[in-house]
């Protein structure tokens, strides 16, 4: 599928494929600006980038019954992935992308790489579907195994699937997602933006991650977010619950109110872990409860 993406020469070099990914998403960036100059709409974006976006869906369901090839030329969709009672990471590529699929899937992996918990394979799946209906298994089967041999011990391989798809399994799903993209027939290319899609065990879009260079902290908190407590210790919930995800930074931010309402919550725990055992302490040892009053006698009745 995404086969001829990296060159021979450097397909065991993953900090040089890097930089030639970048130089790629670059060169492949400055030449659709250069070529579409001319027809820019009315907002300024050059044609070639009309129509294309992401219009987040969150908590909306994947379709888990359309049907897809896998590496191995096999029938099968989402719903067997979500079977298995993990998350998934959906990322849309093609193979013939001038650049920005290349970066993407570079950065997963390096990410995948500094991240050493959750586990792929174990903990969470992974699944990229080609949006070119024209691509074949073969392509994806020499995909799967490149990328296979970049991943660290730490993941399981075949965790990571690599589908085709037919015209119309691709626009129901990509639909579904909110992924926009056109086709290019000058270029002979696809405009498409570039986000990792998360989706919980029961086929909910929990986040969208906008990176290329995919820092492992942001991965881990997705996953553990899209995990929805079946995944990640129990110090990793109470993290996800102290953050939250800016998309403008493409990463977790603290959120001040939920830190503050941490700290109330501290505090108060703290306070009666201190009185309660002085209470409890002080009840047990007070002398008996002495009688309310005192009956007065009169000197003249002693006579």
Same mark, same amino acid.
């Given at each position: 599928?995404?086969?001829?993406?990296?060159?021979?020469?450097?397909?065991?070099?993953?900090?040089?494929?890097?930089?030639?990914?970048?130089?790629?998403?670059?060169?492949?960036?400055?030449s659709?600006c250069?070529?579409?100059?001319?027809?820019?709409?009315?907002?300024?974006?050059?044609?070639?980038?009309?129509?294309?976006?992401?219009?987040?869906?969150?908590?909306?369901?994947?379709?888990?019954?359309? #049907?897809?090839?896998?590496?191995?030329?096999?029938? &099968? =969709?989402?719903?067997? $992935?979500?079977? @298995?009672? +993990?998350?998934?990471?959906?990322s849309?590529?093609?193979?013939?992308?001038?650049?920005?699929c290349?970066?993407?899937?570079?950065?997963?992996?390096?990410?995948?790489?500094?991240?050493?918990?959750?586990?792929?394979?174990?903990?969470?799946?992974? #699944?990229?579907?080609?949006?070119?209906?024209?691509? &074949? =298994?073969?392509?994806? $089967?020499?995909? @799967?195994? +490149?990328?296979?041999?970049?991943?660290?011990?730490?993941?399981?391989?075949?965790?990571?699937?690599?589908?085709?798809?037919?015209?119309?399994?691709?626009?129901?799903?990509?639909?579904?997602?909110?992924?926009?993209?056109?086709?290019?027939?000058?270029?002979?290319?696809?405009?498409?933006?570039?986000?990792?899609?998360?989706?919980?065990?029961?086929?909910?879009?929990?986040?969208?991650?906008?990176?290329?260079?995919?820092?492992?902290?942001?991965?881990?908190?997705?996953?553990?977010?899209?995990?929805?407590?079946?995944?990640?210790?129990p110090?990793?919930?109470?993290?996800?619950?102290?953050?939250?995800?800016?998309?403008?930074?493409?990463?977790?931010?603290?959120?001040?109110?939920?830190?503050?309402?941490?700290?109330?919550?501290?505090?108060?725990?703290?306070?009666?872990?201190?009185?309660?055992?002085?209470w409890?302490?002080?009840?047990?040892?007070?002398?008996?409860?002495?009688?309310?009053?005192?009956?007065?006698?009169?000197?003249?009745?002693?006579s």
């Amino acid at each position: 599928m995404f086969s001829h993406l990296a060159t021979n020469e450097i397909s065991g070099k993953p900090a040089l494929r890097a930089r030639v990914s970048v130089c790629m998403l670059i060169s492949s960036l400055a030449s659709i600006c250069r070529a579409d100059a001319v027809e820019s709409s009315d907002s300024g974006l050059p044609k070639a980038m009309q129509g294309v976006g992401i219009e987040q869906r969150l908590g909306d369901l994947i379709p888990e019954h359309l #049907v897809f090839k896998n590496a191995e030329g096999e029938s &099968t =969709s989402i719903g067997r $992935l979500l079977k @298995q009672g +993990k998350p998934v990471l959906l990322s849309l590529n093609y193979s013939n992308c001038p650049g920005l699929c290349v970066s993407q899937l570079n950065g997963l992996v390096q990410g995948l790489n500094q991240m050493p918990s959750p586990s792929l394979g174990k903990d969470f799946l992974m #699944v990229s579907i080609s949006i070119d209906p024209s691509e &074949t =298994s073969e392509k994806a $089967l020499g995909t @799967q195994r +490149k990328y296979s041999q970049d991943l660290f011990e730490q993941h399981d391989a075949k965790g990571w699937e690599f589908w085709v798809g037919t015209a119309e399994s691709i626009r129901q799903l990509t639909q579904a997602v909110g992924f926009q993209y056109t086709y290019d027939a000058k270029h002979k290319q696809y405009n498409h933006p570039s986000a990792a899609i998360f989706i919980s065990p029961n086929g909910k879009i929990t986040r969208y991650v906008f990176e290329i260079g995919f820092m492992p902290k942001t991965l881990k908190m997705a996953f553990v977010e899209a995990g929805e407590g079946r995944i990640g210790t129990p110090l990793d919930m109470i993290a996800l619950w102290c953050v939250h995800y800016d998309p403008d930074e493409n990463k977790y931010t603290a959120s001040a109110r939920r830190l503050m309402s941490l700290g109330a919550g501290v505090f108060v725990v703290a306070v009666l872990l201190i009185t309660v055992p002085y209470w409890i302490f002080y009840s047990n040892t007070k002398s008996p409860t002495q009688p309310d009053s005192i009956t007065q006698v009169d000197p003249r009745d002693q006579s």
